[in-house]
């Protein structure tokens, strides 16, 4: 890396109970606000260390959600830094699915639901957003941060919507890939952006620093 270009370390904040309930359930979170439960928050722990050893970072934005907030602020702090809040990388607006499961909005919405797991790129959220809509907002965010940090290391902490929604960017691949990039949660992705806003990926979906965490 070189005074030139901008070294970002995109991460997804940790586990929330709706990322996985008891049951198995996932729900769509997007705007609504769940914290970390007790694994989310051992994984920003494990996340921050791995940052400090392996991808140190001299500045850390997130989004405005209090998931990804709690997990930047873990991070932030084993860095001897603060978190800016930055508003480009709030989570996709899943309007009326918002809060249900699968299960649930498939009663109302069968067809889009479907067309969400299979052509997630042709439809908006009913009283949300769409994939264009969050692809607009996060790249014009990752220009504006990229060129504010030229021969810095910057840690952007965000969503699995919001990250692949990104990564698709950085990667030329349309929203039509979405769902071909993995987000787990505290994932690590390194790249580094030019001066002509191109990207070089180093890291994708990287949690080997969570091998201890899982069952």
């Known amino acids: 890396m070189n005074e030139q270009t901008t070294r970002i370390v995109l ?16 729900r769509f979170r997007g ?11 051992k994984q920003a722990a494990t996340t921050a260390q791995y940052l400090l050893r392996r991808w140190p970072v001299e500045t850390v934005y997130s989004s405005p959600m209090g998931r990804a907030m709690q997990t930047a602020e873990v991070i932030a702090a084993a860095h ?4 800016q809040s930055f508003p480009g990388l709030l989570d996709i607006d899943f309007g009326d699915w918002q809060g249900r499961s699968p299960e649930e909005v498939k009663e109302n919405h069968p067809d889009l639901l ?3 797991f299979e052509r997630p790129h ?8 769409s994939l264009n809509d969050v692809r607009d907002r996060v790249t014009r965010g990752l220009h504006a941060l990229a060129n504010r940090h030229h021969g810095q290391a910057v840690a952007m902490v965000g969503h ?10 950085v990667l030329g691949l349309g929203n039509d890939r979405f769902w071909r990039l993995r987000q787990d949660t505290c994932a ?8 002509n806003d191109d990207a070089t990926i180093v ?12 069952d």
Do not use: K, M, Y
């Not at 609504?32 to 928050?41: I, R, S």
């Open 188 to 195: 690590v992705n390194v790249f580094d952006v030019d001066q």
């Open 122 to 129: 042709t439809i908006a959220i009913p009283g949300g957003e």
């Open 160 to 169: 699995t919507v919001v990250n692949r929604v990104l990564l698709c960017a």
């Open 31 to 41: 705007q609504a606000n769940p914290p970390l439960d007790d694994v989310g928050l």
């Open 114 to 116: 479907r067309a969400w």
């Open 80 to 83: 001897d830094l603060s978190v």
């Open 11 to 26: 991460i997804r904040h940790g586990q929330t109970a709706w990322n996985l309930t008891s049951d198995g359930t996932v």
């Open 203 to 214: 890291v994708l979906n990287d949690t080997c620093h969570l091998q201890d965490l899982r």
